[in-house]
C-alpha cells in the first residue's frame, strides 16, 4: 500500500439526484438506480458515519457535490459542521435553486465555499439544458439569497487606523538557544515580542544550559510584552501539557492558541501603536481578542 504523504482533498458524491435534468450532466446518462434509491434510505447517522471515516485521513478540504445536495440537507448539515469542526475547508456545488436564508447564514456561518452550476444566462436556453421550468430565475434566486449573507456590507464604513509601533521582534526559538538576544532587544528600546515555541508552547527552561524563563520574567516585568506563537502552520499552544510550558506560564507570557506567528507579529505592533491601550493595559486582552479570524474557536487535532 502507498503511505499518504500529503493532506488529500476529497470529494465526496452525497446524492446523485438532482433537481434539474442537465443534457451535459453524467447523471442524464445514469442507470444506477440503487444509488439512487440510497438517497432516501440514508439517514443523518449514515452521512456521520462516512463524515468520521473521511476525518480520520486528515484532508485538508471536502467538496460536497451530487446531483443536487442540497435535496438531503437536513441528513449533511451535520456532517458538515463536523468537518468544520474539526478544522477542514467545506466546499458545496450546487444548483442554489433550494437555497433559503437557513441555508444561507448556515452556509455563511460555518465559512463554506459555494460553486453554483449556471449552464447560461440565457433564460430559455437555460430552462432547453436543464430540462426545467423557470430555472434560471430560480438559480438567480438562490444565488441572490447567498450574496445577501456574503455580499459586502456598503453600511459598514472603513476606518484606517495606521498606527504600528515599529520596535516590535519575531524571534523563532530553537533548543538550547541563548536568551540574551532578549536583554538585546530590550537594551535597543523594544516594547514587543512574538517568541516562536517550539511543541505545543516551549521554550528552553530549568533543563537546558540556556534557560529563557528568568530572562523572560525579567523582561515581563519590566513591561516589555512577550507573546508566545506556535511554528506550526496547523496546531494549537498548550501551555498545560507539559510543566514546562506551565513554568513558561508562570513568567506572564501571553500564549496566542493557533495564531501564526506572522500574524501575531502584526498584531502586537498593531496594538502596541495604540498608546490608549498601552496606558489602559489593555494590550493582553486586545491580542487575546478575535479581531479579524486570526485564532480558530475550535481546539485544532
Ligand atoms: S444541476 Fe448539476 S448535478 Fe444537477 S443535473 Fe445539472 S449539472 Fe447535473
Redesign the pocket.
Known amino acids: 500500500m502507498f503511505k499518504t504523504l500529503y493532506p488529500p482533498s476529497v470529494q465526496w458524491e452525497i446524492t446523485?439526484l438532482?433537481?434539474?435534468?442537465?443534457i451535459?450532466?453524467?447523471?442524464?446518462y445514469r442507470t444506477d438506480f440503487d444509488s439512487i434509491a440510497n438517497t432516501f434510505l440514508s439517514s443523518e447517522d449514515y452521512f456521520l458515519s462516512i463524515a468520521k471515516k473521511l476525518i480520520e485521513n486528515k484532508p485538508l478540504s471536502v467538496t460536497i457535490?451530487?446531483?443536487?445536495p442540497l435535496l438531503v440537507w437536513n441528513k449533511i448539515k451535520s456532517s458538515i459542521k463536523l468537518f468544520r469542526e474539526n478544522d477542514i475547508l467545506v466546499n458545496l456545488?450546487?444548483?442554489a435553486?433550494l437555497v433559503n436564508q437557513e441555508i444561507a447564514e448556515f452556509l455563511y456561518s460555518y465559512r463554506i465555499s459555494c460553486f453554483v452550476?449556471l449552464?447560461t444566462s440565457d433564460p430559455i436556453l437555460c430552462d432547453f439544458?436543464?430540462s426545467s421550468h423557470q430555472s434560471l430565475e430560480k438559480i438567480s434566486k438562490g444565488v441572490k439569497i447567498l450574496r445577501e449573507f456574503n455580499a459586502r456590507d456598503n453600511k459598514r464604513k472603513i476606518k484606517a487606523e495606521p498606527k504600528f509601533e515599529s520596535k516590535v521582534a519575531l524571534i523563532k526559538i530553537t533548543p538550547s538557544q541563548d536568551p540574551k538576544i532578549l536583554d538585546f532587544l530590550a537594551g535597543e528600546g523594544y516594547k514587543g515580542i512574538i517568541l516562536e515555541l517550539f511543541g505545543l508552547g516551549q521554550a528552553p527552561a530549568q533543563d537546558s544550559d540556556n534557560n529563557w524563563l528568568p530572562t523572560i520574567k525579567r523582561l515581563v516585568d519590566k513591561g516589555i510584552i512577550i507573546c508566545g506563537a506556535p511554528q506550526t502552520i496547523f496546531g494549537r499552544l498548550n501551555p498545560n501539557v507539559y510543566s514546562a510550558g506551565r513554568d513558561l506560564q508562570k513568567t506572564g507570557l501571553i500564549f496566542l492558541k493557533d495564531m501564526l506567528s506572522e500574524t501575531a507579529f502584526i498584531k502586537l505592533g498593531w496594538i502596541l501603536g495604540h498608546s490608549s491601550w498601552v496606558k489602559e493595559n489593555k494590550v493582553q486582552e486586545k491580542m487575546l481578542e478575535n479581531l479579524a479570524g486570526e485564532f480558530n474557536n475550535k481546539i485544532s487535532p
Request: with cysteine.
Open positions: 446523485p438532482c433537481n434539474q435534468n442537465c451535459h450532466c453524467y447523471n442524464h457535490t451530487g446531483g443536487e456545488n450546487t444548483n435553486i452550476s449552464p439544458i436543464t
